[in-house]
């Protein structure tokens, strides 16, 4: 993996975002992983929303508690893991550890399509280490760059995960009708052996970047083993706490979005594999207009707007969207703020919350971070989804579920401006 200042992508990279020479291989290694990790997960993640849509609504709402639970286990044991093993060794064990679970999925679905036990394993799986491997990535980061370089740079950085998230459904569109959707998950494994090769070179880039900045990228185990240290973090910080209700309420507008959707797709597609093909499409509409927005936007108006304006836009449109949807409920309508949403999270919402991590010191980094990007995170989607159930089987009309979908939106803008001031 080259990381010349005079190759394609450096020229590329360099016309969206100041970046210094010194700084150029590590926003290079970088780019290239958070790409071959995105790549990855947005390949299967076509194929966890067609389970879905199989296992129906009822038990997607189950299967979200029990993503809460896992989700708490797996942080649980990384925050011990993360205290005893050096991270040039941990953090791309992870990524092995995806590739064999995803290649073992394949295998056994490959074999037994129908088996709807391993169907939902897989979707519980992918449901908790979408957010997990995300969270390591980001964590990394913020070990090797400063806080002013994290608003010239992620946004830049970011980047490289959008256009990883609109080459990896083109893919499975392209491909899932010969090989069908064990095939995909190979090929999601594929991927992430590729993105162990660019862990390490992140990791040497780091080190080599670190010798000649202000940054620090000690190696050494982070803090001590305890299970609970992410909790506790979070716990005794005000401003964590401020960090997880803007995860919860971010999480809660996007189940209600989500839960929609799985009915909708449902009564219009009969054919699973169809099912994968249309979500790959919606997933590489939206990452085309990602990528656009990062590449030009996000990170000029994080230097020019700060970080406030990148976590208050995205819900402030969801609190319309939200009432577009009460005063109409049409499939336009929902499809429109489905992709304002996550063009909005990708572009400015998650290099935004990363920003907020900026002003921690490197323990609260990986661990209550992550506490916060998985289990708080999915502790937020299974309540939602408890919640709209409940309202649903009370008979509640759509446009009232959307009227209080509107007021989330309107209490997580609060919470981010709130929190982005806290950040200069």
Partial sequence: MSTSGDSFLARLLRRSARIEPNEMPAVIAAFVLFFAVFAGYFAVRPVRETVGTILGRERVEDLFVVTWIVSIAVVMLYATLVARIRRAILLPTIYGAVALLLATIGLVLKINPANTTVAAIFYVTIS????????????????????????????????????????????????????????????????????????????????????????????????????????????????LLGIAVFMLLLSSVTTFLYMEQLDIVKKSFTDPELRTQVFSRIDYIVQSLTIAFQFFLTGRIAQRFGVVTLLTVVPLLMVAGFLGLAASGTFMVLAMTMVLRRVGEYAFIRPGREMLYSVVDTETKYKAKSFNDVPVYRGGDALAAQVQGLLKDGGVHSSTIAVLGAGLAALWAITGWRLGRKVK
């Fill in 128 to 239: 908790v280490l979408n957010l997990f491997i995300v969270s390591v990535f980001w964590s990394f980061l913020l070990e090797i760059f400063s806080k002013e370089q994290t608003k010239r740079l992620f946004g830049v950085i970011a980047v490289g995960g959008t256009a990883g998230a609109l080459v990896g459904p083109v893919l499975t569109d392209l491909l899932v009708g010969r090989i069908g959707n064990p095939g995909v998950l190979f090929m999601g494994a594929v991927l992430f052996v590729i993105a162990i090769g660019c862990q390490r070179a992140l990791i040497h880039q780091g080190t080599l970047f670190a010798a000649t900045t202000a940054a620090s990228t000690d190696d050494r185990p982070v803090g001590s083993a305890n299970p609970f240290a992410g909790l506790m973090l979070v716990l005794k910080s005000p401003y």
